[in-house]
């Protein structure tokens, strides 16, 4: 059988379905414009434009992934849609990816309005792109999972709503975005090398204005890491709490 | 080999058991039929049966594939109709099906003739391009069987295919299923139905409480319960005292049915002639002599009441 035609045949309806929806596009592009022309016309010349952007990318693909999946998953599971899913014979894995691409393509392409914004804005040369390309799909992968992770470990949509608001506003703070972390109380840098975003978006400065923390290789490695973990932990949720 | 072979297969729930060590199967090219009250577990079994919840104990054999390890080989070849509807509510009728079909692989240049098809059969065709959720009751579950039968399934599951559906579209589903076992298709159906059992399946289980308490055919059922034979007359004339016919045949028990009428009961089989002489005799004109057969309701009441009773006593009934 062919696994893929219904890979992309689930992949095509969510996007159908759910993500080119008016309001899922309004989301997933004019908010992360919102916040870019935020963060860049009000910047002051000692932080430039150049400096913020990995920042607003990082946020962008952290918004437009994790709530997505609230309705791709949480609600399809509340309205028992899921079950047909359960029923087709292609490997939960496989399922789940068909499931989360969706959120992981818009994510990247979520990452692609400030990035566009900022080239208009200032001069890009020297940006390692390859490097940023890496660190985008790397971030959208661990903060889809993330998403996919809340989104199966609760009943309601509103609940995986809320824990994912739990999870990324804190995120935005405490992963160094817009605030180094050295800047962070001593207390609270443990729980910022918890989070993936921290080594996504240093792996992002490290590419876009060469000011990084951690070595790139770690970085990599966390997110690995991370991708599969949350991947793992969410199917094995699913397996645990859905086929009762 | 069966299409079917459940041994031991138990549920439970925390305290709860749903399903108490079942044992039944199904062969190829058979209808059969759960029937069972609410709660019984009828849905429970099909839902390990399709993979969607798993057994605490006892064993699984779908189209030959065992469970756990082969389940998403026996998903390939079954198909299923759950007791509620859950096909996406913004797609259309068309669009449901060759989604239905694309996660079984079929390309949509193949799906789409086939789901036509369906379309016709099911008499959905006029509204193939509505949105699943404008549909009445009765065509939302109609295409639910439509897309339960779009990758050819060689068996297929139904749980409760007619509960709240118009009689018409309960019509349609009930031939159509019949169709459909015809041409080859073995069917799994649960139904609190008596007579949708009778009509359509060529075996049926009682399941109560997570029991199954009678497996057979309907005739085999029926048998069970015909070891006792009863035969009613009514007569012309109302009837007085039944003693004295009653001390002509002491094998028999008898009573009134009515003003008119009569029941004997016996459990060896009535020999009406004697009857006939007797009333003839006495001066009663017999207007008519009727041999009652049990319903395969009278059997299943009697054969659930039973377990019912038993039930009370039953750990099993405080949970409920
Ligand atoms: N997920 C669950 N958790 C706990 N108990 C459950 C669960 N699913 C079913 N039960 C219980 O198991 C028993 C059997 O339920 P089941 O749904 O299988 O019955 P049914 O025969 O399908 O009834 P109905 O005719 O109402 O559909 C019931 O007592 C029900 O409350
Ligand atoms: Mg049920």
Same mark, same amino acid.
């Given at each position: 059988?062919?696994?893929?035609?219904?890979?992309?045949?689930?992949?095509?309806?969510?996007?159908?379905?759910?993500?080119?929806?008016?309001?899922?596009?309004?989301?997933?592009?004019?908010?992360?414009? /919102?916040?870019?022309?935020?963060?860049?016309?009000?910047?002051?010349?000692?932080?430039?434009?150049?400096?913020?952007?990995?920042?607003?990318?990082?946020?962008?693909?952290?918004?437009?992934?994790?709530?997505?999946?609230?309705?791709?998953?949480?609600?399809?599971?509340?309205?028992?849609?899921?079950?047909?899913?359960?029923? /087709?014979?292609?490997?939960?894995?496989?399922?789940?990816? /068909?499931?989360?691409?969706?959120?992981?393509?818009?994510?990247?392409?979520?990452?692609?309005?400030?990035?566009?914004? @900022?080239?208009?804005?200032?001069?890009?040369?020297?940006?390692?792109?390859?490097?940023?390309?890496?660190?985008?799909?790397?971030?959208?992968?661990?903060?889809?999972?993330?998403?996919?992770?809340? @989104?199966?470990?609760?009943?309601?949509?509103?609940?995986?709503?809320?824990?994912?608001?739990?999870?990324?506003?804190?995120?935005?703070?405490?992963?160094?975005?817009?605030?180094?972390?050295?800047?962070?109380?001593?207390?609270?840098?443990?729980?910022?090398?918890?989070?993936?975003?921290?080594?996504?978006?240093?792996?992002?400065?490290? /590419?876009?204005?060469?000011?990084?923390?951690?070595?790139?290789?770690?970085?990599?490695?966390?997110?690995?890491?991370?991708?599969?973990?949350?991947?793992?932990?969410?199917?094995?949720?699913?397996?645990?709490?859905?086929?009762? | 080999?069966?299409?079917?072979?459940?041994?031991?297969?138990?549920?439970?729930?925390?305290?709860?058991?749903?399903?108490?060590?079942?044992?039944?199967?199904?062969?190829?090219?058979?209808?059969?039929?759960?029937?069972?009250?609410?709660?019984?577990?009828?849905? +429970?079994?099909?839902?390990?049966?399709?993979?969607?919840?798993?057994?605490?104990?006892?064993?699984?054999?779908?189209?030959?594939?065992?469970?756990?390890?082969?389940?998403?080989?026996?998903?390939?070849?079954?198909?299923?109709?759950?007791?509620?509807?859950?096909?996406?509510?913004?797609?259309?009728?068309?669009?449901?099906?060759?989604?239905?079909?694309?996660?079984?692989?079929?390309?949509?240049?193949?799906?789409?003739?086939?789901?036509?098809?369906?379309?016709?059969?099911?008499?959905?065709?006029?509204?193939?391009?509505?949105?699943?959720?404008?549909?009445?009751?009765?065509?939302?579950?109609?295409?639910?069987?439509?897309?339960?039968?779009?990758?050819?399934?060689?068996?297929?599951?139904?749980?409760?295919?007619?509960?709240?559906?118009?009689?018409?579209?309960?019509?349609?589903?009930?031939?159509?299923?019949?169709?459909?076992?015809?041409?080859?298709?073995?069917?799994?159906?649960?139904?609190?139905?008596?007579?949708?059992?009778?009509?359509?399946?060529?075996?049926?289980?009682?399941?109560?409480?997570?029991?199954?308490?009678?497996?057979?055919?309907?005739?085999?059922?029926?048998?069970?319960?015909?070891?006792?034979?009863?035969?009613?007359?009514?007569?012309?004339?109302?009837?007085?005292?039944?003693?004295?016919?009653?001390?002509?045949?002491?094998?028999?028990?008898?009573?009134?049915?009515?003003?008119?009428?009569?029941?004997?009961?016996?459990?060896?089989?009535?020999?009406?002639?004697?009857?006939?002489?007797?009333?003839?005799?006495?001066?009663?004109?017999?207007?008519?002599?009727?041999?009652?057969?049990?319903?395969?309701?009278?059997?299943?009441?009697?054969? +659930?009441?039973?377990?019912?009773?038993?039930?009370?006593?039953?750990?099993?009934?405080?949970?409920?």
């Amino acid at each position: 059988m062919n696994a893929w035609i219904a890979f992309l045949s689930i992949l095509k309806k969510d996007m159908q379905n759910y993500y080119l929806k008016p309001p899922n596009i309004s989301w997933g592009i004019l908010f992360p414009i /919102a916040w870019t022309l935020m963060f860049f016309l009000r910047s002051e010349a000692a932080i430039t434009i150049r400096d913020l952007l990995p920042g607003v990318i990082s946020l962008s693909i952290l918004f437009g992934t994790t709530s997505m999946l609230a309705v791709t998953i949480t609600f399809e599971k509340k309205s028992r849609a899921f079950e047909r899913l359960l029923l /087709a014979p292609i490997s939960l894995n496989l399922l789940m990816l /068909a499931k989360t691409s969706g959120a992981i393509l818009f994510g990247i392409g979520g990452a692609a309005v400030p990035t566009i914004l @900022a080239a208009f804005l200032t001069d890009l040369s020297g940006v390692a792109w390859g490097s940023v390309l890496i660190g985008v799909v790397l971030i959208a992968l661990t903060s889809t999972f993330l998403g996919l992770f809340i @989104a199966v470990s609760v009943k309601e949509v509103f609940e995986a709503q809320t824990f994912s608001n739990f999870f990324r506003f804190p995120m935005v703070f405490l992963c160094g975005l817009f605030i180094p972390l050295t800047h962070l109380p001593l207390f609270l840098r443990p729980v910022s090398y918890l989070l993936p975003l921290t080594y996504g978006n240093d792996l992002l400065s490290s /590419a876009i204005t060469g000011a990084h923390l951690l070595p790139n290789t770690l970085n990599l490695g966390m997110l690995l890491l991370f991708s599969l973990g949350l991947f793992f932990m969410s199917t094995r949720n699913i397996r645990r709490k859905w086929i009762l | 080999m069966k299409a079917l072979h459940v041994q031991n297969l138990t549920k439970q729930f925390g305290d709860l058991t749903a399903v108490n060590g079942v044992n039944f199967f199904v062969e190829y090219g058979e209808v059969f039929g759960f029937l069972g009250p609410n709660g019984a577990g009828k849905t +429970t079994t099909i839902n390990m049966l399709i993979g969607l919840a798993r057994m605490t104990a006892g064993t699984i054999s779908v189209m030959g594939h065992s469970y756990p390890d082969a389940l998403k080989m026996a998903q390939r070849e079954i198909g299923v109709v759950p007791d509620e509807s859950n096909l996406y509510d913004e797609m259309s009728g068309l669009e449901n099906l060759t989604f239905c079909a694309s996660l079984y692989g079929i390309p949509r240049k193949d799906s789409e003739p086939r789901a036509l098809d369906l379309l016709h059969q099911f008499d959905l065709h006029d509204v193939k391009d509505k949105a699943f959720k404008a549909y009445s009751k009765g065509m939302k579950r109609k295409l639910t069987i439509a897309a339960a039968l779009i990758h050819k399934p060689s068996l297929l599951f139904l749980d409760e295919p007619t509960s709240g559906i118009d009689v018409a579209s309960a019509r349609q589903i009930r031939y159509e299923l019949k169709e459909l076992n015809q041409n080859g298709t073995t069917i799994f159906l649960t139904t609190h139905y008596i007579e949708e059992a009778d009509r359509l399946c060529d075996r049926i289980a009682f399941i109560v409480a997570g029991d199954i308490v009678r497996t057979g055919t309907v005739t085999e059922l029926m048998q069970y319960h015909e070891s006792e034979q009863s035969v009613e007359f009514t007569l012309d004339q109302p009837l007085g005292d039944l003693s004295s016919i009653q001390e002509a045949f002491p094998q028999t028990a008898i009573e009134k049915a009515g003003e008119r009428s009569l029941r004997i009961r016996s459990v060896q089989s009535v020999d009406l002639l004697p009857f006939m002489r007797y009333f003839d005799h006495v001066g009663l004109q017999v207007y008519e002599a009727r041999i009652l057969r049990p319903s395969l309701e009278d059997v299943f009441v009697n054969v +659930t009441g039973i377990e019912a009773e038993k039930m009370k006593n039953n750990q099993r009934g405080a949970h409920r």
